[in-house]
C-alpha cells in the first residue's frame, strides 16, 4: 500500500523559511513523479514543485527562485525547501506521487503541469503571516 508522509509545516513571518519532507513507502521508488501541491481556501488544487524520474522539474511560476525541491532516493524522501515565504504560499501542502504501476502520467506540457492517477499524503499545513 503506497504511503506518502508529509511533515514540516507550520506558521512563519513572511520573509521566513520551511522545509517539507515527504517520506514514501509501499511501492518501488521508482515513481514518474513525486512533488507537491497547494490548496488554499476556495482555491483548486495546483501543482507547486515537481521532480521527475529524469531528474527534471518543474515548478509554477509563483515559486521560481524560492523554492527548490530535492529528493533522497536512499531514503524514499522528497524535500521541498521554501524561502522568502509570502503571505499567497498560505495553503495545504500535499505531497504526492504518481508511480509506475499506476499507469497514470506527469508531465510538463509547455509550462503546464499535466498528470493523472495521482497518489496523495494527508497534507501539511502551512501559514505565512505578513
Known amino acids: 500500500q503506497v504511503q506518502l508522509v508529509e511533515s514540516g509545516g507550520g506558521s512563519v513571518q513572511a520573509g521566513g523559511s520551511l522545509r517539507l519532507s515527504c517520506a514514501a513507502s509501499g511501492y518501488t521508488y521508482t515513481d514518474i513523479c513525486i512533488g507537491w501541491f497547494r490548496q488554499a481556501p476556495g482555491k483548486e488544487r495546483e501543482g507547486v514543485a515537481v521532480?521527475?524520474?529524469?531528474?527534471?522539474?518543474y515548478y509554477r511560476d509563483s515559486v521560481k527562485g524560492r523554492f527548490t525541491i530535492s529528493q533522497d532516493n536512499a531514503k524514499n524522501t522528497a524535500y521541498l525547501q521554501m524561502n522568502s515565504l509570502k503571505p499567497e504560499d498560505t495553503a495545504m501542502y500535499y505531497c504526492a506521487a504518481v508511480t509506475r504501476d499506476s499507469g497514470g502520467y506527469c508531465a510538463d506540457y509547455n509550462g503546464r503541469l499535466v498528470y493523472s492517477r495521482v497518489r496523495w499524503g494527508q497534507g501539511t499545513q502551512v501559514a505565512v503571516s505578513s
Open positions: 521532480i521527475f524520474s529524469s531528474g527534471g522539474t
